[in-house]
């Protein structure tokens, strides 16, 4: 385990090394350490709107995409879990066929529909496009963990008068909050990697992120101390979601369909 860790954390120890010394120094030779640390690479990310704006794209369209699909795969869930209809399998699995399919699928479909109604370069329609890959992802997820709860505490809580959607929101909800925590985990972590769309859709107002680090390589060469600090600072929302959301995710590993 400890040689494992040791592989893991070594690329990010170098991510974080790089970020804090000058090009000079990277391009010099081999050092373990910063001779001189520098914090320029962090400051310019922050004070250039180019960059920072990238950011705050990214996140605003991955906290769309999550709070839309597990709004949408709460509903389909429960039906899938509770009740039985005519194609319900057959449905189920063409949602997972969906989750199934490679972006570079759908990139031109999106990008003549959302230029056609004028969502193009808006974190909406990278979070609408995602949310075809995430919702089913949800609904498979949710569905294992609503299935585990009995169905006698739906028909207990209609007798003693509870309307549904207070049921669902007071009764329902904390007993899958596990369920809910990992789908939106996951949905959150595909949008976030996710590059082909979000580049695809995109060119200069919703622009991401991950397409404004490839603004580093130009005709002089790659800026490599920016381009790693702005590696790092990617990395640590979703180490902050994992943060948050790891007892979640244990139990949904013991527990639900993960």
Known sequence: MTLYLLFLMLPIYWLVNMSLKTNMEITSGLTLWPREITFDNYVKIFTDPSWYSGYINSLTYVVINTVLSIAFALPAAYAFSRYQFLGDKHLFFWLLTNRMAPPAVFALPFFNLYSAIGLFDTPWAVALA?????????????????????????????????????????????????????????????????????????????????????????????????????????????????????????KGFALGRV
């Not at 990697?193 to 404004?212: D, G, M, Q």
């Open 130 to 250: 995602h949310c075809l890959f995430n919702v089913p992802l949800a609904v498979w997820i949710l569905e294992g963990f609503m299935s585990g709860v009995p169905r006698e505490i739906d028909e207990t809580a209609a007798i003693d008068g509870y309307s549904f959607p207070r049921f669902f929101v007071k009764i329902f909800m904390p007993l899958i909050a596990s369920g809910v925590g990992v789908a939106a985990f996951f949905c959150f972590m595909f949008s976030w990697v996710e590059l082909l769309l979000a580049r695809t859709l995109t060119s200069v107002t919703a622009k991401p992120i991950a397409a404004t680090m490839t603004r580093t390589v130009s005709a002089s060469g790659m800026d490599w101390g920016l381009l790693a600090a702005a590696g790092v600072l990617t990395i640590l929302p979703g180490a902050l979601v994992i943060w948050f959301v790891r007892n979640y995710i244990a």
